[in-house]
């Protein structure tokens, strides 16, 4: 006579990949895809690069904020890392950059980079790229 094992199968590796998936599934378009495609409520322009249409609705030293800031996150940041920057002016102008993980391009090192600026409450977010030039400068990638 056949004994019967009275061990169950267990779920868990099957729960948790089913967990993992829908943690993962809003995540999906994070790493790349269209610069264009935006969050509801947030306007995406194309370009974050100094002068762009991002920057427009800023005085000079909130550009200058946003502009440290950007440098500062191409230069040491971690990918993925934010770096903030407010108005000593207007406590309803401020944002941040986040930039990614360095890649060779023409043989430069270059990062892309998103750019979110608040103006009374109103997001505006662009991505674009930069690439470090031979001075140590980063400047907008062609």
Do not use: H
């Amino acid at each position: 006579m056949r004994k019967r094992s009275m061990r169950r199968r267990s779920t868990a590796p099957r729960s948790w990949s089913i967990v993992a998936l829908a943690l993962a599934l809003p995540l999906a378009g994070c790493s790349g895809g269209s610069p264009n495609v935006s969050q509801p409520g947030v306007s995406v322009l194309p370009s974050a690069a100094p002068g762009s249409a991002l920057l427009s609705g800023l005085d000079a030293n909130d550009r200058q904020k946003a502009d440290q800031a950007r440098q500062e996150a191409l230069e040491r940041g971690a990918a993925g890392t934010a770096f903030t920057w407010k108005s000593a002016e207007n406590s309803s102008r401020y944002g941040s950059v986040v930039a990614g993980p360095t890649y060779t391009q023409s043989g430069q090192n270059c990062r892309q980079f998103t750019q979110t600026v608040y103006i009374d409450g109103v997001p505006q977010t662009a991505r674009s790229a930069a690439c470090r030039q031979a001075d140590g400068a980063w400047r907008a990638a062609s």
